[in-house]
């Protein structure tokens, strides 16, 4: 039972690891694996998920997991750390994983060689990243993951794409450089790399290493916000997303929400009450950034004219506005970012899917896929698809219901978890009591503006794509591809009529983020020898 | 000593950074190799800087770290010079496949207009 804290890596990492051994031309037994293989990551994430929550052991508080590889004391070895965020992000990197692996069995496995490892590989860096307690460990997790995104980012090569990775990898080689300089700063000064242990010697620093650990914070920082698209820094997201072939986009969309859990985690644990005089070290940074980014990403979603980039620019507004929200630094705040996170990256990915299946019926997305097919020489399986491509009746009803709903949720108009997600997090933000401050106000105005952005944007797109084109024939979309936008749709909806229980755990999510005592004490065990703290500094 | 290294990493750097935003592709990868350089020297340093100190433990002798030289920065520089060689080795060839594909070198897949 206490092994369940790895299975989220070892098995996609043993899935992808099999079928790099089973040959390019037997996908059928490769698509079989990698859909168990998704599964099984599910029922483990779920389960983790039930733990984290202190569910099953009947117990009210919640059960920080430790996993220690290879049973080395916690301060020397690496650890795995399993609580309520890091399960919460696991369960979704599963769902979201399944979807887009179910969407990929219609085409897009047939668009490029290796689809099924890369796939694995990238869930393995996901699942590793969420999961690890050491910040060294995190880097090499967050390698997995962008060398994995790098092949599926360019899945089905072509020139948009390779112009589109060009940039894309060069800008995470850099960020991935920042990555690393943070990380030996702050290991030089503090002398530890484990997460929680570093928590508790922030406030203990002299004054003089205090400013430098601070800056290395900082660099650390600047390479998360790459990854999610702050302001300065998000210019490559809407070309590298809009490039991508639809099932990469849809697992690649949850990247920039790495960057910012990267950013939720460490800076709690690092800057949170008990840090002495670096508390809330950058707090108004990210707020400013946020706010910065929700401006670009509305400017940009009113800018575009194409589909894919509407869903890249709608990544921005979401990171801008996670990023704005946790800034602010209060738990209820934090609680609805989260609420927001989780409901935000299923319309997200849903949106990407449907965007795939309005456009082949207009023909350029169709154009793309037939081209790169040629391209990798794919004739005899043309035969076969015929017979699984089980038509669906009222193709353009379905996709219309889709469309409408991801725009309702990304928007954040009523009737959906969108709504409720915004609402959580402005209702705190309003009525903490003692008068609302000016940047209350401009995020306040930021998110409701950004929802009006986004409504106009796709209420354009979608009038364009479903009432204006009179030359579009109806696009022939199979079930296995409508199956997974319906259950990310669904879980928006689950995530709606149960907002109660949701939210309950969130807020849960979001105290023990603010107050890390628990995750800290399970991790460095109690009574600190004082000759372990190891000033090994320059 | 330190400020022969801590010159090297500048220089490697600055020249690392130049590098890196010149718009040909080539250029840009030869500054990722270079800032990836002075990364890895940095990491390095950080251990701190002695002659002559053993590597990890001397026999006879309590671990304590004014006696040897940390090990930890050692691992974590190995580790980042696979992570960088494998990611530079993959720029690599998008960069040829970018020079195949559209027919120039600029970062931007197409020559500026002049």
Known sequence: ?538 | MELILALGIGVLTGSGVWLLLRPRTFQVIIGLSLLSYAVNLFIFSTGGLRTGAAPVLEKGMAGDLALHADPVPQALVLTAIVIGFATTALFLVLLLAARGLTGTDHVDGKEQER
């Open chain 1, 1 to 538: 039972m206490d092994h369940l804290t790895i299975a989220p890596i070892v098995i996609p990492l043993l899935a992808g690891t099999l079928m790099l051994l089973i040959g390019e031309r037997r996908r059928p037994l490769k698509a079989a694996f990698g859909m168990t293989s998704a599964l099984l990551q599910l029922a483990s994430a779920l389960l983790l998920l039930l733990l984290a929550d202190g569910i099953t052991a009947g117990t009210d508080e919640a059960a920080v997991r430790v996993y220690r590889l290879g049973d080395w004391p916690s301060l020397f070895g690496i650890v795995l750390v399993l609580d309520r965020l890091s399960a919460l992000m696991l369960v979704l990197t599963a769902v979201l994983g399944l979807a887009a692996l179910t969407f990929s069995l219609a085409h897009w496995q047939r668009a490029g060689a290796h689809f099924h490892p890369l796939f694995q590989f990238q869930l393995m860096g996901l699942n590793g990243a969420f999961l690890t307690g050491d910040l060294f460990n995190l880097f090499v997790f967050f390698e997995v993951m962008l060398a994995a995104s790098y092949g599926l980012a360019l899945h089905g090569s072509g020139i948009a794409r390779v112009r589109a990775g060009l940039h894309y990898v060069a800008i995470n080689l850099v960020a991935s450089l920042l990555f690393l300089i943070g990380v030996s700063m702050i290991y030089g000064l503090a002398g530890t790399l484990n997460m929680a242990d570093l928590a508790g010697r922030i406030a203990g620093l002299r004054a003089e290493d205090r400013a430098l650990v601070e800056v290395g914070a900082a660099i650390l920082g600047i390479a998360f916000l790459i990854k999610a698209g702050m302001w300065p820094l998000g210019f490559w997201l809407p070309t590298t997303y809009a490039a991508a072939g639809t099932a990469s986009a849809a697992i690649i969309s949850i990247l920039s929400k790495v960057g910012i859990y990267a950013v939720l985690r460490l800076w709690l644990l690092m800057f949170g009450e008990s840090a002495g005089d670096s508390a809330g070290f950058g707090g108004t940074w990210l707020m400013i950034g946020g706010l910065l980014t929700i401006a670009f990403g509305s400017l940009a979603v009113l800018a575009t004219q194409n589909m894919a980039r509407l869903a890249g620019a709608s990544v921005l507004v979401s990171s801008g506005t996670l990023l704005a929200a946790i800034g602010t630094g209060q738990v209820a705040v934090t609680g609805g970012a989260l609420f927001y996170l989780t409901s935000s990256v299923l319309a997200i990915a849903a949106f990407f899917l449907v965007i795939e299946l309005i456009e082949r019926g207009r023909e350029v997305g169709a154009d793309v896929l037939a081209v790169t097919r040629e391209a990798f020489g794919d004739d005899e399986d043309a035969d076969e698809e015929e017979e699984i491509g089980l038509a669906i009746p009222g193709t353009m009803a379905v996709l219309g219901m889709g469309f409408i709903s991801c725009a309702l949720l990304l928007a954040g108009l009523p009737p959906l978890s969108g709504f409720l997600a915004k609402f959580a997090m402005l209702a705190p933000l309003l009525g903490s009591g003692d008068g609302v401050s000016a940047t209350t106000w401009a995020l306040l105005a930021a998110l409701i503006l950004s929802g009006l952005a986004t409504v106009i944007a796709m209420t354009r797109a979608g009038i364009d794509a479903f009432w204006a084109s009179p030359a579009a024939q109806v696009p022939r979309v199979q079930v296995s591809e409508v199956v997974p936008i319906m259950l990310l749709l669904a879980l928006c909806l689950a995530l709606t009529i149960q907002a109660g229980p949701v939210m309950r755990y969130m807020e849960a999510t979001a105290q023990s983020l603010h107050v890390p005592r628990d995750y800290v004490r399970s991790v460095v065990p109690a009574p600190q020898a004082p000759e372990q703290v190891e000033k090994g500094g320059p």
